[in-house]
């Protein structure tokens, strides 16, 4: 079977004719049978995948009617990698072919001319010839024949010699990458091992080096012919070559335009080209847009500006396809058989899919026995995972920063990290854990996945609820102080107000203030929670991929001043063997008291005391399923007494295989929270069996009930709205009308840990991609600063000292402001130098001497090239500066003058092990 996945978006008018041709190809010969090519058969049923973000027009009818499969995309979710890998896992096919929603094939033969080259097992990726639409003006015309994509010869493209393929220019380099999703194909085994990186611009150039990188051959089959081509307005122009400078800046380290100065003369240029393409080959074409080239040159620019130390060194070359079985290590605050929330629920559920599916798993947990000292870590299996537990009583010595920081802890993390070797860490909650496990885990080359279970990133008591029950609508800063210590409350909101006009001065004031200096504590534990906000943005930001239940957790947190909403992707949380809730239904019934459910932890934010005061009196049976400990905690003794004499009645604890019973003695199941749940698992259970729930109008419920089919709502925290509810459903009891729950479908552990495994091996490819050198700067030999001596600027990239004189030039440079922040002074790093020597100079000695802000960093004696051109790299170890820097290079050495041509100078900051 063959899969076309096409992307959609308001397309209606250029799907139509695309999905009519598609269906008209001939994948058989013409007297019916199979095409065969060495490989499996074409003949088989053609599928269509379409990934439809919510539109305006027809596109989803007219998707439809040509029968393919529709896939929604939640709004705002579209992501160009992505969601093509989630149309991918849906599809059957064994070879994959993407497309663009506005191409159009040329010939009935089309799909089979672009798979046909796939019959080569070494070949990963084709892709056909774009061809212009009827009307294209002259600068369209010219980009799309100046491309690979549309010459008129075939191309085979591989990585023969690694070395040399490493010291290619970056415009070399990028020559090479030729796939395109407009029109590629892909086998499936291939996709299974390389799945394309998540990216909001550029998938396919990522995956093309990837691809070529890991040893595959490209292919360009020119006889895979569509019509495509775009007429971009100024403003599409520029935000084009912006995203385009971006990706070369973060995957080759050299945007194409660097300077202002740059921009001007290559948009010059280009506007002179265009002139003369349309004189000489197009003279009936239009101009094209008026200053299309300088916003295209301003948009380059920019976006190289905007990419500034964000360039990364791949050094493990070649790359390897991601691994078949994954070691996944699962971080989080608490695991069972001591702690059975939701969380820990949902993590359990997931690990136990992901062991079935033949990954290995181990789980790194927080434990709160007694019986070990404080951070010990031991090793326990349970339900044949391995389980590695640390003690932490929650003995917070260094008052709240330890609540986010603790050097204990990373030191358990790192001996853990040691036995287990990750490909992968999903960190499922770091609550009286440590954000500095991120790092710590990527260091160690491991990719980094997060779920946001709750508030707690932005919110130290984790529900985003004040002690007095009332809820905040995100973090209030410094007022955040005295929601933690339960005091003066209703300051809370004026000191949220304050902290923000005193932003830029408040690290001063905390330092500084009479008053807080003759208070140690109460200072450390403001600067604590001032630095909070800051250390999870960054914690979340070195996160490769972030995941939310629900939209509505994934807007809250995206909200925050410093977040990226956009990073954030909505994976709902699996279920653990829905199918053993098939046979619990509902049956409308008459008679008797209403009986009402309550399942789960039996805390306070959880609402049972309300729903105890809201049912006294009426006519129901309450029961209430869930860890009871009157006898150790406070809330459950109170809220014991209050249930005294009433209907309600404690179950304690259960486990899954008790759930359907219990649910099939149950009319309802009430949840109600008083903070705004996101995802809750009992809420999917109860979707699962068709047992209606009662649910406040509040965070994640809103998305996933829906009101007279699945339960009703009521008012928050309010207990008269929801007696009055618990009232409601009583009368319709009487009346024999009482919802009859209807079984849904909902995902499976199973469904989630498939797609977490594409995404995960996105992220360890990436992880790999980039190895684990960030570039802090570079420059080429030319775009030197200030020269001294006598000197020449060779080709497009060399620098030549001469040694008739003394010579030197110098690169400086100042570091972005978000890399100042990072870098401690005197943190090591490699300045790399890359001489070039050309084959035939005979004896001609190149060397110099290297100097970092003043300090002599190495010499290099003379070296002397054989008979082909070479390029020799240098390294000196050096201390960072934050600051102003400066690198000198100079042709002597110990007195001596050489000749010292200069390809590539850079900086390199080295993960530390």
Not at 27 to 56: D, F, K
Request: net charge positive; proline share 6%; aromatic share 8%.
């Amino acid at each position: 079977m063959l899969s076309v996945i096409i992307p959609v978006y308001d397309g209606a008018a250029t799907l139509e004719p695309l999905l009519a041709a598609l269906r008209a190809q001939e994948l058989c010969s013409p007297g019916g049978e199979a095409r065969e090519w060495g490989g499996p058969s074409l003949g088989e049923p053609l599928e269509i995948v379409v990934p439809l973000t919510p539109s305006r027009d027809a596109s989803r009818e007219v998707a439809e009617r040509y029968g393919a499969r529709v896939l929604e995309v939640l709004p705002g979710e579209f992501d160009h990698g992505e969601t093509r890998n989630r149309a991918a896992l849906a599809s059957r096919g064994e070879f994959l072919v993407f497309l663009s929603q506005d191409t159009l094939p040329v010939d009935r033969d089309f799909l089979w001319q672009l798979v046909a080259p796939l019959a080569d097992p070494a070949v990963f990726g084709v892709t056909g010839r774009m061809l212009p639409r009827e009307g294209a003006s002259a600068p369209t015309l010219r980009s799309l024949f100046e491309e690979t994509a549309s010459q008129e010869h075939a191309r085979r493209i591989a990585i023969e010699d690694f070395e040399a393929y490493r010291g290619l220019h970056a415009s070399e380099r990028r020559a090479l990458y030729v796939y395109n999703n407009v029109c590629g194909a892909m086998p499936r085994r291939v996709w299974e091992r390389l799945p394309f990186p998540r990216a909001r611009f550029g998938e396919d150039l990522r995956w093309a080096r990837r691809a070529l990188e890991a040893g595959g051959a490209l292919v360009y089959e020119p006889r895979a012919r569509v019509v495509h081509s775009h007429e971009p307005n100024r403003r599409e122009a520029y935000a084009r070559a912006w995203e385009d400078a971006r990706l070369l800046a973060e995957e080759l380290g050299r945007p194409p335009l660097r300077t202002l100065r740059e921009a001007l003369l290559w948009a010059l240029r280009e506007r002179r080209a265009d002139a003369r393409y349309r004189r000489i080959y197009a003279p009936t074409a239009r101009r094209g847009a008026l200053g299309r080239r300088f916003v295209e040159a301003l948009g380059a620019w920019r976006g190289a500006r905007a990419a500034r130390g964000s360039g990364r060194a791949s050094e493990e070359l070649p790359l390897r396809f991601a691994p078949a079985k994954l070691r996944i290590l699962h971080v989080v605050h608490g695991f069972p058989p001591e702690s059975r929330a939701g969380t820990e629920l949902a993590c359990l559920a997931l690990a136990r899919a992901q062991r079935a599916a033949g990954h290995e798993v181990a789980i790194f947990a927080r434990s709160e026995t007694a019986a070990r000292p404080e951070f010990e870590v031991w090793r326990e299996d349970w339900e044949e995972l391995p389980v590695w537990r640390m003690a932490h009583r929650l003995q917070y010595a260094g008052g709240i920063a330890d609540t986010y920081r603790l050097k204990a802890v990373d030191r358990a993390f790192q001996a853990v990290l040691g036995h287990v070797g990750p490909d992968v860490v999903h960190f499922q909650h770091l609550l009286h854990l440590s954000t500095t496990l991120v790092p710590i885990a990527s260091r160690a080359g491991a990719a980094t996945v997060a779920t946001l279970h709750d508030y707690w990133p932005i919110c130290p008591r984790v529900q985003l609820l004040r002690p007095d029950g009332r809820r905040c609508g995100g973090s209030q800063r410094l007022g955040c102080y005295l929601c933690v210590k339960n005091r003066w409350l209703p300051l809370v909101g004026l000191a949220r107000r304050a902290s923000a006009l005193l932003e830029r001065s408040l690290p001063r004031l905390l330092e500084r203030s009479p008053l807080l200096r003759s208070r140690e504590r109460m200072a450390k534990d403001l600067r604590a929670l001032y630095r909070r906000s800051r250390a999870m943005r960054r914690t979340f930001a070195g996160v490769d991929w972030i995941l939310s239940p629900s939209r509505y957790l994934k807007r809250v947190v995206g909200g925050e001043r410093g977040w990226e909403a956009e990073a954030i992707r909505v994976v709902e949380n699996g279920l653990d063997a829905p199918e053993r809730f098939a046979g619990v239904r509902v049956g409308a019934r008459s008679g008797g008291p209403l009986r009402i459910g309550f399942l789960g932890s039996l805390v306070e934010h959880k609402g049972p005391a309300q729903l105890v005061r809201a049912a006294r009196g009426l006519a129901v049976e309450l029961h209430l399923h869930g860890r009871f400990e009157p006898e150790r905690f406070a809330f459950p003794a109170a809220l014991a007494r209050d249930a005294a004499g009433s209907a309600a009645r404690f179950h304690g604890a259960y486990d899954g295989a008790q759930l359907p019973e219990i649910l099939r003695s149950l009319d309802l199941v009430a949840m109600p929270s008083l903070w705004a749940e996101n995802s809750p698992v009992v809420l999917q259970e109860c979707a699962a069996a068709g047992v209606p729930v009662l649910v406040p109008r509040l965070g994640g419920f809103v998305e996933k009930v829906r009101e007279g089919r699945d339960g009703w709502f009521f008012r928050a925290g309010s207990v008269r709205s929801l007696r009055q509810a618990l009232a409601a459903r009583i009368a319709e009891l009487e009346n024999g009308v009482l919802l009859r729950g209807t079984p849904r479908a909902v995902a499976s552990a199973e469904d989630q840990a498939r797609w977490l495994e594409v995404g995960y091996r996105a992220a360890w490819l990436q992880r790999r991609a980039e190895s684990s050198s960030r570039v802090l700067f570079e420059r080429w030999g030319r775009d030197m600063d200030e020269v001294l001596g006598e000197h020449e600027v060779q080709g497009r990239d060399y620098l030549l000292l001469r040694p008739a004189h003394a010579g030197a030039c110098v690169y400086a440079w100042d570091y972005p402001r978000e890399l100042r922040d990072e870098i401690e002074r005197g943190e090591p790093a490699e300045l790399e130098l890359e001489l070039m020597l050309f084959g035939g100079e005979g004896l001609v000695p190149v060397g110099g001497a290297v100097f970092f802000n003043g300090t002599l960093c190495g010499e290099i004696d003379p070296q002397i090239a054989g008979e082909r051109d070479q390029i020799r790299s240098f390294r000196f170890p050096i201390a960072l500066n934050g600051g102003r820097n400066a690198l000198r290079i100079e042709n002597s050495v110990r007195g001596q003058r050489y000749f010292t041509r200069i390809r590539r100078v850079r900086v390199v900051q080295k993960a530390q092990p």
